[in-house]
């Protein structure tokens, strides 16, 4: 009964020990929710005006840019993967992943081929261990990523969609992140990114009432497109990057908290699980001194006699 108890005790100590460990970490992750959700707000306005510009300037022109051309039959897409570098986020990185499945198995059903470019380590280690070919890939930027980080991702995208298919380029880049919608929620979700869509733009300023502006371009609109659209591209990732970053905290802290409750609930029932024994025990030990000193006083009786 004695070995019993102390195995108790010992797994009581060590889940207590996991609990501090839990618990920090959920502090941690909620500290660092607000940071991130700040970064978010302070990149919207660049992203939105930024693509304000770029629809107005190719929706005023008669350009023909190889980033807002649609391809009238394309053959080949990218499909870029947000996820995260650590664990301990419940189904963060799991649940980009099999959005980032299904968009690939869309993709293919329209006759495209897919390159695969993954941000974040568990992306990665889990293409490989499937032993898909990966593209390209970044690790080590995930829970804090600056404006840099989204411009040496954005690079090769852009250089992708510029080639020809024929010389290993893509007709269309398309992105999967996880959207921070609250505390609670947070969903993985794709989209277009290249070629941009003029009309959903359009659509999108129209409905805020706007009217989009019209220019005169110097040089040329041709090379304003040059210059706005790589970064229409890393704006576009970087806040993305920013609310996967938002995403993961979040699913963290909730993954975090989520053990703490269980390492408690199970400290508890430990606890009495303990307590039974140690109390079979003290009644096991009662019951042999009583039947030690029964035993004496009859011993003691049968030798007066």
Known sequence: MGAQLR?????????????????????????????AQRKVAASMPYATELTRAVTAVATGSNTKHALTTEVEAPTRAAVLLITSDRGLAGGYSSNAIKQADRLTERLRAEGKEVDSYIVGRKGVAYYGFRERKVTDSWTGFTDSPAYADAKRVAEPLIEAIQKETADGGVDELHIVFTEFVSMMTQNAVDGRMLPLSLEKAVEEDGAK????????FEPSAEDVLDALLPRYVESRIYNALLQSAASEHAARRRAMKSATDNAGELIKSLSRLANAARQAEITQEISEIVGGASAMADATAGSDK
Do not use: C, D, N
């Open 7 to 35: 195995v108790y005790k010992r797994r009581i100590r060590a889940i207590t020990a996991t609990k501090k460990i839990t618990k920090a970490m959920e502090m941690i992750a909620a500290s660092r929710i607000v940071k």
């Open 209 to 216: 009432g706007e009217i989009l502006p019209l220019f005169e």
